[in-house]
């Protein structure tokens, strides 16, 4: 069983500033040390320790007893067996997508952890989802066999005209019908899954 967490996006825009999803995170851990691995493949790759060390300051304001480990494309699977967490953090879902796909069986290793998918990230975890700034529909990895559109009617991307009623229409007339989810920004969703 897996234990997943979607963001709409920015948890650190949260009314508390990320601190119930931090305590969500934890709550079916087992007394010890959490061990994060922070999947940035949806960004630049140049982008990449710059957001780790901005994801390492955001947990430090709200854990204690936890270490955080860059994934990287050549280690992801030893990586992955050796955390508790792993978190695919926001960007281009089908560039996440296509680094996974060199990853090995990384999903085989998913029992007992907690996949947390922010944005781009919760797009990939999904069937299907919506973009916002592009109204673009994309196809996710199905781990979640849903439809799912983040930053739910927010103003995530400035100078955007996003017409998120028309995008929900959209999504939930692609292909097979599904349970819709939307998630606003620094919101989240669990979902328990076997």
Known sequence: ?????????????????????????????????????????????????????????????????FEIELATPEKFLEQIRKSNVVFFQGGVPHQLISILATTGDWIKELDGKILVGSSGGADAICKYYGVGKTSNIGEGLGLLPIKFIPHWKSDYAPGANINWDELLAKLKNYKESLEIVTVEEGEFLVINRG
């Open 1 to 65: 069983m897996a234990k997943f967490i979607l963001i709409g996006g920015y948890i650190h825009r949260a009314r508390d500033g990320g601190k119930a999803f931090c305590d969500e995170l934890i709550r079916d851990i087992n007394r010890g040390q959490i061990k994060i691995l922070d999947c940035l493949f949806a960004r630049p790759a140049q982008e990449w320790n710059s957001k780790f060390q901005d994801d390492k300051d955001f947990f430090q304001k709200h854990l204690q007893n």
